[in-house]
């Protein structure tokens, strides 16, 4: 469905009089993905690992430095910017709608981009989306303000599916989110990628949510990738130190496991401090990727144990 | 319990929305111990900020009512110039977002410093900046030199949270109040920071008071646990208590809307029903949570809900827990 | 920051170049020519033709532009009034001392006024004294300058005599008396300056008393409380300072727009500066005047938005020098 291949994105630094680039912040350097039609692909991260700009890189948010994306074994043109058939659901559902347009105006305004439609089927379209994110109809109305965290994100979501779009990238769709509120859009967005068949490039750093939601998981760190596999691969098998010291770092509902977890991190962190040459190279970036299974690869030296 | 640190009894905390006051924080009665981690749990709107900035009294526009006793003293009636030697010097607020809580233009040394400085105005400058160094050091900041000279916005978010907590406990105070102290950070760092807060407890004998939405962070971190929702506390008790027996409907709802309560990806996670009233849409009659539950027969709450204690130290809001399942389960699973 | 100075300083040159070509494409378009002015009825056509061919005033526009260009840049050459029959450069530096006075003097006052009743007004917002405070700021809101002008000379001036009405010095004053001619020129300067700081300021109060409402509430402040300072700690050492930036930042605008606004103030005064000299210069038909102060304004406001950038840069850290 969705491959990427060797995707690079360099930002320049420019330093001195005369703002000469004398360097680059390797925001993505050098990833390799494929995402199955109607599955859900994880990219997890921390803060400055790149994931989110690989998500605005396929959707053309972000300018590619070098490698290729291929869409249903079309190259998507790079310079283009956002394919009808990509969209994209933003992370904080407070700041991604502009509070001054109706939800009417913010739902169609991608319809307005690709389609030709008269007033009325516009409308008769807008309000059939909104049925579709279980909102009513008559709240075409509204203005942004007007709706809770949830709702106002289900209408980022409108506008995303307004297109009938094969791919959605999701960049941190419910960190913003109380817990009850991530499970109303969670769901939602589980049902409608069976309806619609729907497949997802899922951004996030909350591994929980991650593991629910995803069929095939990549982790990254500092622009690379350090490991990825299916699901149950990263969770149950996790091979690279990284993924071990993000997974323990998960809390716990269970209070009884506290003294556990804890004595577990304080184990995976001497390991990352004791074996780092394993995992990173002198310039502590990972190494490239190699296969251990067939959904399964890691970027290590040595042999997997 | 003995050592007993902060009691709250029927606090109410109002702001003011258009002409008239709304309680945020209504009717909490509450006991922190010395040595002791009170989480306060849930979502946003619930009144667990307002409650925390209310134990301070920081709120300069809010109507604070009840008793605030800490150490023997009711902070509710205090002047405002014995709350200025209370705040920072016997209580310590650690807050969310350490970007805004950093003033932008001044150095992180200066900001410290200030800590010390306000309780302390004789302090010689080489003291005092020995001391801010010392503090640094001790929440794990190793180039302390360079950072004591660096702008809050020059600091990476796990940093600037450090340097947040080094000026909440730089006159070692006996009550920690940490308002989702990492709630903006990564998972790692998050780990790290609640590592401090834990040592802190430890190295201060201070008593803790952690605001947070996150029941991982709870499990994790408290002794006891308080689950507020608008603005009144549904149940309390230990953190096994609540988090293996929990018995009010909103606490099992939050626990059930967890990813990680499912057992497969094919289940659906548990939705809360409406939404959290605004503050002045609260139902001020009545068990709070109702509306929430539709599906349970009126008759099952309490026309004046109290915290009732079911077993010794566990306490719940309104009968309608024995009444309660979920809307996917018969009525007597 | 010495570096970004200098960077933002050469920004200034293609800026200045804009301008002047701007400047010189309204000459252009003008009816007549520098000669125009000097006609002497003796003087014949032929005549005039062999003055225009020597002063190259026949020659294609842009030879002309660089004429002009290389004449201001070398020899500070901008022509001769043909109103003064003397150098524009004389002409409008003596006003221009003047103007900048007065321009200092406002900028002065505006500030003793601003500041203090900005912080009353934000610090005890929604009181009787920021309701009292807001009303003189509707009120300059509401009131010309000219008016307030107009207002603050017949009743200081006129009637109870307080104050000079007109000129920038007693007559009969000079330089070489000492004290008494610069109290005298201070005393030929209060009331200018008072009507158009008084009205002009209004802004700055409302933008300074919106400034510390909004910082009162931020997260920052709740800390400083939090770690036990009083409230006037709280107020003076932090939100003063936070509430000032973007005032500060603001400074280099004032001056220029100072500068270019004393135009009906000077009218009304009859003060001997610029912007009398502009409005004499258009009645008069003084090209070369009035090309000049254009210039002059427009060259102003750029530098003035360059001392903004720079006082921006020094007193806010989170702006990147690298």
């Known amino acids: 469905m969705i491959e990427v291949k060797d995707l690079k994105v360099h930002f320049p630094i420019r330093k001195g009089f005369f703002r000469r680039v004398v360097g680059h912040v390797k925001a993505v350097d050098g990833i390799n993905l494929n995402i199955e039609a109607g599955k859900t692909y994880g990219l997890v991260g921390e803060s400055g690992s790149g994931k989110t700009t690989t998500g605005r890189s396929i959707i053309g948010l972000d300018h590619v430095t070098s490698g290729e994306i291929l869409f249903e074994g079309q190259k998507l043109d ?17 700041s991604s709608l502009n509070p001054k347009r109706q939800v009417l105006d913010i739902v169609a305004e991608p319809l307005r981009n690709f389609e030709q439609l008269t007033p009325a089927q516009e409308l008769e379209r807008v309000q059939e989306l909104m049925s579709i994110v279980g909102l009513s109809p008559e709240s075409i109305y509204k203005y942004p303000h007007e709706f809770s965290g949830g709702q106002r994100q289900r209408i980022g979501i409108a506008r995303a599916i307004a297109l009938k779009p094969k791919l959605i990238i999701a960049d941190e769709p419910v960190s913003a989110l109380d817990v009850s509120v991530q499970a109303q859009v969670l769901n939602f967005m589980k049902e409608i990628q069976k309806e619609l068949g729907l497949t997802y490039l899922f951004i996030s750093h909350d591994l929980s949510v991650v593991r629910y939601m995803c069929d095939h998981i990549g982790i990254m760190y500092k622009g690379r ?79 997997v144990k | 319990m003995a050592d007993v640190l902060l009691e709250l009894k029927n606090l109410k905390t109002s702001f003011r929305v258009k002409d008239d006051y709304f309680a945020a924080v209504d009717d909490v009665t509450l006991t922190v111990n010395k040595r002791e981690v009170l989480a306060v749990v849930g979502e946003s709107g619930c009144g667990k900020s307002a409650l925390a900035y209310s134990i301070m009294k920081l709120h300069t526009r809010a109507q604070v009512e009840g008793k605030i006793e800490f150490k023997g003293e009711d902070i509710v009636t205090a002047t405002p110039g014995r709350l200025t030697q209370l705040r920072g010097k016997e209580m310590g607020m650690i807050f969310q977002d350490s970007l805004s809580a950093l003033n932008p233009l001044i150095k992180i040394g200066d900001q410290i410093a200030e800590a010390i400085y306000l309780h302390d105005q004789k302090i010689s400058k080489s003291a005092l900046k020995a001391r801010v160094m010392e503090l640094l050091t001790q929440v794990g900041i190793h180039r302390a030199e360079s950072v004591y000279i660096q702008y809050p916005h020059q600091l990476s978010g796990g940093m600037r949270q450090r340097v947040v907590i080094a000026m909440a406990i730089a006159n070692s105070p006996d009550l920690l109040i940490a308002d989702e102290p990492t709630t903006a950070l990564d998972v790692t760092i998050q780990a790290q ?55 009010h409907p909103y606490t099992r709802s939050l626990l059930h809307s967890m990813p990680s309560a499912i057992a497969s990806k094919d289940e659906k996670l548990h939705v809360i029903e409406g939404v959290v009233p605004s503050l002045p849409l609260i139902p001020r009659v009545g068990c ?23 077993t010794p130290g566990h306490f719940v809001r309104c009968s309608c827990y024995q009444h309660f399942h979920f809307p996917e389960e018969g009525v007597n699973a | 920051m010495l570096q970004f100075t200098l960077r933002r300083f050469l920004i200034m040159i293609p ?148 104050f000079p009405t007109g000129l920038s010095v007693a007559p009969g004053m000079s330089p070489d008396m000492g004290l008494p001619y610069h109290l005298s020129r201070l005393h030929h300067l209060i009331l200018p300056a008072l009507s158009v700081a008084l009205i002009t300021t209004v802004g700055t109060v409302q933008y300074l008393r ?36 973007p005032i500060a930042a603001f400074l280099g605008f004032q001056i220029a727009f100072l500068i270019g606004g004393s135009v009906l103030v000077e009218t009304v005064f009859s003060f001997p500066g610029i912007g009398g000299l502009f409005i004499g210069s258009i009645t008069g038909r003084d090209f070369s005047v009035m090309m000049s102060l254009v210039l002059l304004f427009g060259a102003a406001t750029i530098v003035g938005s ?14 990147e020098i690298e």
């Open chain 3, 15 to 162: 800026q200045l170049i804009v301008l002047s070509f701007v400047v010189f494409l309204i000459a252009l378009a003008m009816p007549g020519d520098a000669l125009t002015g000097t006609l002497d009825p003796n003087l014949t056509v032929e005549m005039l033709e062999i003055q225009r061919e020597l002063l190259g005033l026949n020659n294609p526009w842009y030879v002309r532009y660089w004429d002009w260009i290389v004449g201001i840049v070398t020899r500070f050459d901008f022509g001769r009034s043909f109103t003064w029959q003397m150098p524009v450069t004389a002409i409008i530096g003596e006003r221009l001392g003047n103007t900048l006075r007065l321009s200092t003097l406002t900028l002065v006052i505006m500030y003793a006024i601003a500041i203090p009743l900005g912080i009353i007004s934000g610090r005890h917002h929604d009181t009787w004294k920021d309701k009292i405070i807001t009303a003189y700021t509707y009120l300059g809101f509401g009131m010309p300058t000219m008016v307030a002008g107009l207002l603050l000379l017949f009743s200081f001036g006129f009637n109870l005599g307080w």
């Open chain 3, 210 to 245: 919106g400034e510390i409402i909004d910082l009162e509430q931020r997260e920052f402040i709740l800390t400083v409380r939090a770690k036990g300072a009083d409230e006037n700690r709280v107020y003076n050492k932090h939100i003063f300072r936070n509430a000032l930036l």
């Open chain 2, 193 to 247: 920071i609640l590592d401090l807060i834990r040592k802190l407890r430890d190295d201060l004998d201070a008593g803790v008071i952690l605001i947070t939405h996150d029941l991982g962070v709870v499990a994790e971190m408290a002794d006891r646990v308080a689950v507020m929702y608008a603005g009144q506390i549904v149940e309390i008790g230990t953190v096994y208590d609540v988090m293996e027996n929990p018995r």
């Open chain 1, 225 to 303: 990738f350090v490991e990825s596999g299916t699901a149950d691969d990263i969770f149950e098998n996790p091979q690279h130190i990284y993924t071990k010291r993000l997974l323990g770092a998960i809390p716990s509902t269970d209070p009884r496991k506290r003294d556990e977890l804890m004595a577990n991190r304080r184990k995976v962190n001497a390991e990352f401090e004791a074996l780092s040459k394993q995992y990173f190279d002198e310039t502590g970036l990972a190494y490239p990727l190699k296969k251990i299974s067939s959904t399964h690869a890691v970027a290590m030296l040595g042999e």
């Open chain 1, 78 to 94: 790079l310079r283009k910017k956002a394919s009808r058939d990509v969209q994209m659901i933003f992370q904080n559902p407070f």
């Open chain 2, 288 to 310: 709070r949570f109702k509306d929430r539950m539709d599906w349970i027969p009126e008759s099952a709450h309490e026309a004046h809900p109290t915290l009732k204690e079911i």
């Open chain 3, 306 to 319: 360059f001392l903004s950038d720079v006082i921006m840069m020094m007193v806010d850290p989170r702006i």
